[in-house]
Antibody
Framework: QLQLQESGPGLVKPAETLSLTCTVSGGSISRSSHYWGWIRQPPGKGLEWIGSVYYSGRTNYNPSLKSRFTISVDTSTNQFSLKLRSVTAADTAIYYC??????????????WGQGTLVTVSS | NFMLTQPHSVSESPGKTVTISCTRSSGRIASNYVQWYQQRPGSSPTTVIYEDNRRPSGVPDRFSGSIDSSSNSASLTVSGLKPEDEADYYCQSYDSTNVVFGGGTKLTVL
């Protein structure tokens, strides 16, 4: 059974870089027809799409977000990662990783991680 | 970019039927599949409807999805409401450049 697990610091200082990793087990990240994505949810608010990566390294990002995000993949470890530069309090959220069904681009989430709360505070 | 607009909240009594709408701001609703996710407090979202009207295994047939091209919207209908259906529901669609979530609807089962 496919499982996704987010890991990373729960507390980040303003202006620093947030780094999160999603470890995939029970399936290969290199399988075609899937993208691997990140979604966040500020406390008490809705879901926000951040972006996704294909096993080849091809990425796409939410065009409404400023370009502070970087998503990458490491097929040797079956992991993919998210980096967010210059964080502010507005980046405080639960960050979810997910596997997405795809054709030439990601379409919808099929599996979700449990989420990890990241708080930005000094 | 397009947006998906949902009502902020809906409520209904146990045993009744409720419908949650999701309106696409631009582009045809039928051009890309619509999904619906259920999120209970403290939990990750789970899929209740995918590809407009398909149910994952394990989701009861009380949940159904549809699209209406005339109103450019999708709908999630939950019949025979149960207390455990009380949750937040999000619609989601996509295009070649983006994945978009609706703002979410809080379903209260009175």
């Amino acid at each position: 059974q496919l499982q996704l697990q987010e890991s990373g610091p729960g507390l980040v200082k303003p202006a620093e870089t947030l780094s999160l990793t999603c470890t995939v087990s029970g399936g290969s990240i290199s399988r075609s027809s899937h993208y691997w994505g990140w979604i966040r949810q500020p406390p008490g608010k809705g879901l926000e799409w951040i972006g996704s990566v294909y096993y080849s390294g091809r990425t796409n990002y939410n065009p409404s977000l400023k370009s502070r995000f970087t998503i990458s993949v490491d097929t040797s470890t079956n992991q993919f990662s998210l980096k967010l530069r210059s964080v502010t309090a507005a980046d405080t959220a639960i960050y979810y990783c997910a596997r997405l069904d795809s054709t030439d681009y990601p379409r919808y989430c099929q599996h979700w991680g449990q989420g990890t709360l990241v708080t930005v505070s000094s | 970019n397009f947006m998906l607009t949902q009502p902020h909240s809906v409520s209904e009594s146990p045993g009744k039927t409720v419908t949650i709408s999701c309106t696409r701001s631009s582009g045809r609703i039928a051009s890309n599949y619509v999904q619906w996710y259920q999120q209970r407090p403290g939990s990750s979202p789970t899929t209740v409807i995918y590809e407009d009207n398909r149910r994952p295994s394990g989701v009861p047939d009380r949940f159904s999805g549809s699209i209406d091209s005339s109103s450019n919207s999708a709908s999630l209908t939950v019949s025979g409401l149960k207390p455990e259906d009380e949750a937040d529901y999000y619609c989601q669609s996509y295009d070649s450049t983006n994945v978009v979530f609706g703002g979410g609807t809080k379903l209260t089962v009175l």
